[in-house]
C-alpha cells in the first residue's frame, strides 16, 4: 500500500464519518416533519427554511448544556458508556457499499470503507458490541430506572440478535460469501427479496428491536422507566446516545438494502457514470428509513412480555425452520416459483403475528356473555 492508498484510506474514513453526521441531522429533521404532517401539526419551521436547520440547533443547545453528573455514578465507566454505545455505530455502516467504484489520482477504489471478506459477520459484531454502552449506563448511573431500561435492552439484544443472525445465514447461502460487497455482486441477475422474502421479514423486525424504535422501544418506555437508561445523562453525553440510534437507524436500513434489494444495483439498465449507483442506494435506503418513521406515527408500544414472546417463540424457530428449506432449494436448483411461494406463505404467517386476534375488552365482553348464557 503506498503513500495514495493510505491517503485515499483516511479520506474515505472522514468521509464517512462526515456522511454519517450529516445523514443523522437529516433523518432527525425528517422524522419530526413526517410525523407533524401524520398528526396535523406544522413541526420544526423556525430555524431555517422549513426549519432544516432545527438538528443543528439542537445539537448546539444539546453541546452548550451543563454536563451533570450524579453523586453515587460510577466516575469513570458513567462517561464511557456513552462512547462505546457511539463507537460501534460508526464502525458497523463501515462495510456497507454505497457505490461501485470511483478513480482517484488514478487509483481505483471502492465507494465502501472496508471491503471485508466477513462484513456481514462484523456488522452483526458490532450490533452486539453496542449493547454493553446501554448496559453499562444503565448500572453506572446508580438508580433504579435507569438499571431497569439496561436490563430490558440486554434481554431484548440478545433476543433479536439471534434472529436476526439466523435471518442472513439464506443470503449467505446464496450469496456463497460473507462480503457485502459480493452480495450486491450475487443480486445482479436478481434481488433476494423475491427468494427470500422470510428472511428479509424476520431481519427487517430484528433491526427495529435493535434500535430500540417503536413499538420496541421498551428499554426507554417514559411511563414505566421515565426515560430508561439515559434517564441521568444530559448534554454531550445524550447526544452521544441520540446520534448511535439514528446511526444504527441508517445502518440497518442500509443493510437491508444491502443484503435483500440489490444494494446500489439500478432497477433496470446501468446508466454511465459513479454517481447513479450511488443515487439508487440513497432512495432505496430513504424508504427504509421513512418506514421507521412510519411505524414510530401507526403502532403502539408492545408489552415485554410480547416483545419476548414474538422473538423466541415464533422469529427464532420460523428463522431456523426457514435455513434448511432455503438450503435445500438452493442444493438442489428447485425452480425459483417453488421458493417464492414458500417464502411468501412463511412470510404472511411471520406478519400475522401482529395483527391483533383479540382484546381485552372483547375477552371481558365474551366471559359476560358465558356467564348470562349459563344463568
Not at 241 to 251: D, K, M, S
Not at 282 to 287: E, N, P, W
Given at each position: 500500500m503506498d503513500i495514495v492508498d493510505v491517503i485515499i484510506t483516511f479520506g474515505k474514513a472522514l468521509f464517512v464519518f462526515a456522511l454519517l453526521?450529516?445523514?443523522?441531522?437529516?433523518?432527525?429533521?425528517?422524522?419530526?416533519?413526517?410525523?407533524?404532517?401524520?398528526?396535523?401539526?406544522?413541526?420544526?419551521?423556525?430555524?431555517?427554511?422549513?426549519?432544516?436547520?432545527?438538528?443543528?440547533?439542537?445539537?448546539?443547545?444539546?453541546?452548550?448544556?451543563?454536563?451533570?453528573?450524579?453523586?453515587?455514578?460510577?466516575?469513570?465507566?458513567?462517561?464511557?458508556?456513552?462512547?462505546?454505545?457511539?463507537?460501534?455505530?460508526?464502525?458497523a455502516f463501515s462495510v456497507v457499499p454505497f457505490g461501485d467504484t470511483i478513480s482517484i489520482a488514478g487509483h481505483r477504489t471502492y465507494l465502501q470503507l472496508a471491503d471485508l471478506n466477513v462484513g456481514l459477520l462484523f456488522f452483526l459484531a458490532m450490533g452486539s458490541v453496542s449493547v454493553y454502552g446501554i448496559a453499562l449506563a444503565g448500572w453506572s448511573s446508580g438508580s433504579k430506572y435507569p438499571l431497569f431500561g439496561a436490563v430490558r435492552s440486554s434481554a431484548q439484544m440478545i433476543s433479536y440478535e439471534i434472529a436476526m443472525g439466523l435471518s442472513v445465514i439464506p443470503v449467505a447461502l446464496y450469496a456463497g460469501t460473507l462480503s457485502t460487497r459480493g452480495i450486491v455482486a450475487a443480486q445482479r441477475s436478481g434481488w433476494f427479496i423475491i427468494v427470500l422474502l422470510p428472511s428479509f421479514v424476520i431481519f427487517l423486525l430484528a433491526g427495529i428491536a435493535e434500535t430500540n424504535r417503536a413499538p420496541f422501544d421498551l428499554p426507554e418506555a417514559e411511563t414505566e422507566l421515565v426515560a430508561g437508561y439515559h434517564?441521568?445523562?444530559?448534554?454531550?453525553?445524550?447526544?452521544?446516545?441520540?446520534?448511535?440510534?439514528?446511526?444504527?437507524?441508517?445502518?440497518?436500513?442500509?443493510?437491508?438494502?444491502?443484503?435483500?434489494?440489490g444494494g446500489w444495483n439500478p432497477i433496470g439498465p446501468r446508466l454511465p457514470g459513479f454517481y447513479w449507483p450511488v443515487i439508487w442506494y440513497?432512495?432505496?435506503?430513504?424508504?427504509f428509513v421513512l418506514?421507521?418513521?412510519?411505524?414510530?406515527?401507526?403502532?403502539?408500544?408492545?408489552?415485554?412480555?410480547?416483545?419476548?414472546?414474538?422473538?423466541?417463540?415464533?422469529?427464532?424457530?420460523?428463522?431456523?425452520?426457514?435455513?434448511?428449506?432455503s438450503a435445500a432449494a438452493r442444493v438442489i436448483e428447485a425452480r425459483r416459483w417453488i421458493v417464492i411461494v414458500i417464502g411468501a406463505v412463511v412470510a404472511v404467517f411471520v406478519l400475522s403475528l401482529f395483527v391483533p386476534q383479540s382484546s381485552p375488552q372483547k375477552d371481558k365482553e365474551k366471559e359476560k356473555e358465558k356467564v348470562h348464557e349459563h344463568a
Open positions: 453526521l450529516i445523514l443523522t441531522l437529516f433523518v432527525i429533521w425528517a422524522e419530526r416533519k413526517v410525523l407533524a404532517h401524520m398528526q396535523s401539526r406544522i413541526g420544526p419551521n423556525k430555524a431555517g427554511p422549513y426549519g432544516i436547520l432545527q438538528s443543528i440547533a439542537d445539537g448546539v443547545k444539546l453541546f452548550m448544556k451543563e454536563d451533570i453528573r450524579p453523586l453515587i455514578a460510577d466516575r469513570y465507566v458513567y462517561p464511557l458508556a456513552p462512547v462505546i454505545s457511539a463507537i460501534p455505530a460508526f464502525l434517564t441521568e445523562y444530559s448534554g454531550v453525553k445524550f447526544a452521544l446516545f441520540f446520534l448511535a440510534e439514528y446511526i444504527h437507524v441508517v445502518t440497518i436500513s442500509s443493510l437491508a438494502v444491502t443484503l435483500f434489494l440513497v432512495l432505496k435506503t430513504s424508504i418506514f421507521f418513521f412510519l411505524l414510530r406515527a401507526s403502532l403502539p408500544r408492545l408489552r415485554y412480555d410480547q416483545l419476548m414472546n414474538i422473538g423466541w417463540k415464533f422469529l427464532i424457530p420460523i428463522a431456523m425452520i426457514w435455513i434448511p428449506l
